[in-house]
């Protein structure tokens, strides 16, 4: 703190002196010239002392703002470079704890939100199991084997729709890490189509409604599976989406991107409702009949898992694209 430092030791010095004039003048006996002198001294150590208690007024300020959760505050600057390298500091601390605070908040509500939407699924398919059982233990004589067999299927049924449940949240949290190894692109793709053609011939899509774009040659690392379950899922939309369109068009195309990849699956399909496209990524949340509500959330997180990201840009009535991006680089080949 060059300029504090500085100024404390002519603070101290200019004290000094005044000190041994006082002494001089004293002893000459002209009081006037003593009182003068005395007040540059008193102005002298005021200054040395106000810099400690400058510093320790911001700093109680600051924890202060802290304590009470306010993450607005500032140090402002000076004219001293080592001041402002401190306040400077400080602020991206207060501006780090805001954003930590903020994220977490974050994390919070949606954790919340899972958990609401778990505790309605579990109660809404445990309740008919529960009912139906109690009363098969009071009234066991209303039950002849036709009615067993139909209250087993409903208990069948209920628990079957509890563990597919509990298995889409396996899914969304046990990911693991990533086996990266060279992956062809062509070959990728040529896999995807392959696996999809039956789910596309369900909904109704001709043959050639779905194009496959890469470049030959090109190659990058990923975890294949993994990539491959994201792009699916990515698919499966689109052509949800275009079942039933007079001429359903996706296109799928795979290409380098600094020094990853981009998948990139766009539809013609009527877009995204607003209220949907608010709530995209989150889990279970589905309006699709018997949908889990985890495909783009799961996505998300492989794209994620490979240092790239997925996005969807909807345009109401014209379709949805989704980017994919992986980063991963050749160097995590395995």
Same mark, same amino acid.
């Given at each position: 703190?060059?300029?504090?430092?500085?100024?404390?030791?002519?603070?101290?010095?200019?004290?000094?002196?005044?000190?041994?004039?006082?002494?001089?003048?004293?002893?000459?006996?002209?009081?006037?010239?003593?009182?003068?002198?005395?007040?540059?001294?008193?102005?002298?150590?005021?200054?040395?002392?106000?810099?400690?208690?400058?510093?320790?007024?911001?700093?109680?300020?600051?924890?202060?703002?802290?304590?009470?959760?306010?993450?607005?505050?500032?140090?402002?600057?000076?004219?001293?470079?080592?001041?402002?390298?401190?306040?400077?500091?400080?602020?991206?601390?207060?501006?780090?704890?805001?954003?930590?605070?903020?994220?977490?908040?974050?994390?919070?509500?949606?954790?919340?939100?899972?958990?609401?939407?778990?505790?309605?699924?579990?109660?809404?398919?445990?309740?008919?199991?529960?009912?139906?059982?109690?009363?098969?233990?009071?009234?066991?004589?209303?039950?002849?084997?036709?009615?067993?067999?139909?209250?087993?299927?409903?208990?069948?049924?209920?628990?079957?729709?509890?563990?597919?449940?509990?298995?889409?949240?396996?899914?969304?949290?046990?990911?693991?890490?990533?086996?990266?190894?060279?992956?062809?692109?062509?070959?990728?793709? @040529?896999? =995807?189509?392959?696996?999809?053609?039956? /789910? &596309? *011939?369900?909904?109704? $899509?001709?043959?050639? !409604?779905? @194009?496959? =774009?890469?470049?030959?040659?090109?190659? /990058? &690392? *990923?975890?294949?599976? $993994?990539?491959?379950? !994201?792009?699916?899922?990515?698919?499966?939309?689109?052509?949800?989406?275009? *079942?039933?369109?007079?001429?359903?068009?996706?296109?799928?195309?795979?290409?380098?991107?600094?020094?990853?990849?981009?998948?990139?699956?766009?539809?013609?399909?009527?877009?995204?409702?607003?209220?949907?496209?608010?709530?995209?990524?989150?889990?279970?949340?589905?309006?699709?009949?018997?949908?889990?509500?985890?495909?783009?959330?799961?996505?998300?997180?492989?794209?994620?898992?490979?240092?790239?990201?997925?996005?969807?840009?909807?345009?109401?009535?014209?379709?949805?694209?989704?980017?994919?991006?992986?980063?991963?680089?050749?160097?995590?080949?395995?």
């Amino acid at each position: 703190m060059t300029h504090i430092r500085l100024r404390i030791v002519l603070a101290l010095a200019t004290f000094g002196v005044a000190v041994w004039v006082m002494a001089m003048l004293w002893n000459s006996g002209n009081i006037a010239a003593v009182i003068l002198v005395g007040i540059i001294a008193m102005a002298a150590a005021g200054y040395v002392a106000s810099v400690p208690l400058t510093l320790t007024r911001i700093i109680c300020r600051y924890v202060d703002a802290i304590e009470a959760g306010d993450t607005t505050t500032t140090i402002q600057s000076s004219d001293d470079p080592a001041f402002n390298r401190m306040a400077s500091a400080l602020n991206r601390m207060m501006n780090t704890y805001g954003s930590n605070c903020l994220a977490l908040e974050r994390s919070k509500l949606y954790y919340d939100r899972i958990l609401r939407v778990m505790t309605h699924e579990m109660r809404n398919s445990i309740t008919p199991v529960i009912a139906l059982s109690a009363d098969i233990k009071e009234h066991p004589e209303r039950y002849r084997v036709e009615a067993v067999a139909d209250a087993m299927e409903v208990i069948h049924d209920q628990s079957r729709g509890i563990k597919r449940f509990l298995d889409s949240y396996y899914d969304l949290t046990h990911l693991g890490d990533i086996k990266p190894t060279t992956v062809d692109a062509a070959s990728f793709l @040529r896999s =995807i189509a392959q696996a999809t053609a039956p /789910f &596309a *011939a369900q909904h109704g $899509l001709e043959r050639g !409604a779905i @194009r496959y =774009i890469v470049a030959s040659g090109f190659s /990058f &690392a *990923a975890d294949r599976d $993994l990539l491959a379950r !994201a792009v699916t899922n990515l698919l499966r939309n689109a052509i949800e989406a275009t *079942a039933g369109r007079d001429i359903a068009s996706i296109e799928v195309t795979l290409s380098a991107k600094s020094g990853g990849a981009l998948v990139t699956v766009a539809d013609n399909g009527p877009g995204l409702d607003a209220v949907v496209e608010r709530d995209l990524f989150q889990p279970f949340l589905t309006t699709k009949p018997g949908g889990a509500g985890i495909g783009l959330n799961l996505s998300r997180q492989i794209a994620r898992l490979h240092g790239g990201d997925l996005i969807l840009k909807s345009q109401p009535g014209r379709g949805v694209t989704a980017f994919l991006t992986i980063a991963c680089p050749r160097q995590c080949e395995k």
